[in-house]
């Protein structure tokens, strides 16, 4: 007997084609990015200092001693909850989430990388990373289980049935019609069905219920002597 073949994990290239894969990974990511810069454009207006692409694709402007760089990991973080949105419309599927997920983040730590030419050593930009990969997954699985688990609504069968019980009812009437018009056939119908009422009495061997014999029963007395 030849050995079984395990089934293939569930995850997005058992779920999706490869050239479907890499067209939402770059959407993703193209996605991820603009709603980033839109967000560290405005922060940085609003806090009146100067925006470059540094504070996007570099590691050393995340720190803890400055303003900045709280200010950008709120950025981040907030950046990580819109792009929840981007996952429900673009993924749909809540088993898929994590491996989309972690897989913008991956690319942003190799784009940063190759942009700073170093590997980033800085404790604050790589615990930003991890939250933010843990907000995008277990949002987005919550998210899009939420949608799967909404009802669906069955507005087209529910017209048919009701079509159905309509036709019904009036098929009922044109015959309550034709029974009211024909008397001897209703008679008839009535004779058959008390017949076979009578007949399916008696443990279904054609008795009615008068001829069961009924065993006397004998008194207290007689059995205690």
Not at 29 to 51: N, R
Not at 100 to 105: D, G, P, V, Y
Not at 134 to 157: D, H
């Amino acid at each position: 007997m030849p050995p079984r073949r395990r089934p293939p994990r569930p995850g997005a290239l058992t779920e999706l084609p490869p050239l479907k894969i890499v067209r939402k990974i770059f959407l993703l990511q193209l996605l991820y990015y603009v709603c980033a810069t839109a967000l560290v454009l405005f922060a940085t207006v609003v806090a009146g200092s100067v925006f470059s692409l540094d504070l996007i694709f570099s590691w050393d402007s995340l720190r803890g001693d400055t303003t900045v760089g709280w200010m950008l990991s709120l950025v981040w973080m907030l950046n990580s909850f819109i792009c929840v949105i981007f996952l429900l419309l673009i993924v749909s599927r809540s088993k898929l989430v994590p491996d989309f997920a972690l897989t913008i983040h991956f690319i942003h730590i190799l784009i940063v990388f190759f942009y700073t030419h170093s590997i980033p050593r800085n404790l604050l930009w790589w615990t930003l990373q991890a939250a933010s990969a843990a907000l995008m997954t277990f949002v987005g699985i919550w998210v899009c289980q939420r949608r799967e688990l909404q009802p669906i609504a069955f507005g087209a069968l529910l017209g048919g049935g009701l079509g159905s019980s309509s036709n019904s009812a009036e098929a009922r009437t044109g015959e309550n019609a034709d029974s009211s018009d024909h008397p001897e056939n209703t008679q008839g119908d009535e004779d058959l069905e008390s017949g076979l009422a009578n007949f399916s009495r008696g443990r279904g061997r054609g008795r009615n219920r008068d001829e069961f014999e009924m065993m006397p029963v004998k008194e207290t007395a007689e059995t205690n002597t």
